[in-house]
């Protein structure tokens, strides 16, 4: 008898411990209601997987799943039906689907709101989607086929931190103060591979993370970064910008720690900010590097060693360039922290 007991309990215990604290009767009722075409590990009931099954619609979700999996189906519909007993959703994968604007079900995104993060790239959309969850914190539409983004389509959204637009239509009238309305707390954004041909306009302050790499963007207004004061990242890779584009001192911000320009037609190193670690300037057109004309601190500031306006330039890359060798000495003299310049 007590050996039944002991056998008893500690299935028990196993049972808690593999429900991950979500109550047995919906521990029971997440696995029975899992559907056949899915994967609802046992010792991980809030997990559904559905990904690369060919699926063509959205099975019936379990009404306990926290993550969902359905990338890599050919799902034409986000189906609000499918998705209408699984209210408590954080984190939807929907990557590599064949949704287009007509495939979102009204009311099918605004059902989950609980959500976090919304991954739906690689899909069909042509316009970025009305009636987010106003919870999300991350939404990635990459590779869609994305021109539009509707007015106050972010209006409330103020906890997303990354918006991932990459490998899209965007053109310059597309991104602008009334289609961001509302990111208040963007960290993130990404508006590489689109057909930008100026800086995009409307970012909000709080916008630390800048790629807009491939794009035809070929100048910079001078008092461009004043509204964005936290830029810390900035890649502008693949364009066309030119020294004329480039006022002097256009990348003089405070906290911008790296800046890539790589593949663009420079033909003279830009400003270089006191507080830059890292910078890209390969494959432009720089013929020559005048250490003492690119110092952004005096000559005095750098005989001091411990003195705290030592430019932090840590990683420079001129490759691709045709500088000949060897690297002034002017250089090393100025950025005394620099590990490593390609040249
Ligand atoms: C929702 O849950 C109810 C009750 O368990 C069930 O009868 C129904 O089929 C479920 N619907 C979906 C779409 O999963
Ligand atoms: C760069 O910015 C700093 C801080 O705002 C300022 O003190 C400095 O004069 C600027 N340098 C140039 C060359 O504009
Ligand atoms: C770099 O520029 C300064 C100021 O324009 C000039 O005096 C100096 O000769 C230049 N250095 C080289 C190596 O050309
Ligand atoms: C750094 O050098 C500058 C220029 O010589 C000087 O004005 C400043 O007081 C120095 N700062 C420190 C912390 O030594």
Redesign the pocket.
Same mark, same amino acid.
């Given at each position: 008898m007590s050996l039944l007991l002991g056998v008893f309990s500690a299935f028990c215990l196993l049972g808690a411990a593999l429900s991950q604290d979500m109550p047995y009767e919906d521990y029971l009722a997440q696995i029975q209601a899992c559907p056949s075409e899915c994967h609802c590990p046992r010792n991980f009931p809030s997990s559904v997987y559905c990904d690369n099954k060919g699926l063509k619609r959205i099975p019936k979700i379990p009404p306990h799943t926290l993550y969902l999996y359905l990338q890599n189906n050919l799902i034409e519909v986000l189906s609000k039906e499918a998705l209408s007993n699984a209210t408590k959703l954080r984190w939807v994968n929907v990557n590599r689907n064949r949704i287009t604007d007509g495939g979102l079900e009204e009311g099918a995104l605004g059902a989950m709101p609980q959500l976090l993060q919304l991954y739906m790239s690689d899909n069909l959309l042509t316009s970025v989607p009305v009636g987010l969850p106003r919870s999300l914190e991350q939404l990635q539409l990459s590779r869609n086929r994305i021109s539009k983004i509707p007015a106050g389509v972010f209006s409330g959204m103020d906890q997303l931190s990354l918006l991932d637009l990459q490998g899209n239509k965007l053109m310059d009238d597309a991104v602008t103060e009334v289609s961001l309305k509302g990111l208040s707390g963007l960290v993130q954004m990404n508006l590489a591979k689109n057909q930008l041909s100026s800086m995009p306009t409307g970012l909000p302050p709080s916008t630390t993370q800048l790629f807009l790499d491939g794009n035809n963007i070929e100048g910079i207004p001078s008092e461009y970064f004043k509204g964005l004061p936290k830029v810390a990242f900035l890649r502008l890779n693949r364009n066309k910008l030119s020294n004329g584009g480039v006022p002097r001192n256009v990348f003089n911000l405070s906290n911008i720690l790296e800046l890539q320009l790589s593949h663009n037609q420079l033909t003279e190193v830009p400003f270089i900010a006191q507080g830059l670690e890292h910078l890209h300037l390969d494959h432009n057109r720089i013929k020559s590097v @005048?250490?003492? @004309?690119i110092c952004p601190v005096s000559a005095e500031a750098l005989e001091d060693y411990a003195n705290e306006s030592t430019p932090k330039l840590r990683y420079l890359r001129l490759d691709g360039n045709g500088i000949p060798p060897p690297i002034?000495r002017?250089v090393v003299t100025c950025f005394r922290l620099l590990r490593s310049i390609v040249i």
């Open positions: @005048n250490g003492s @004309n002034p002017d």
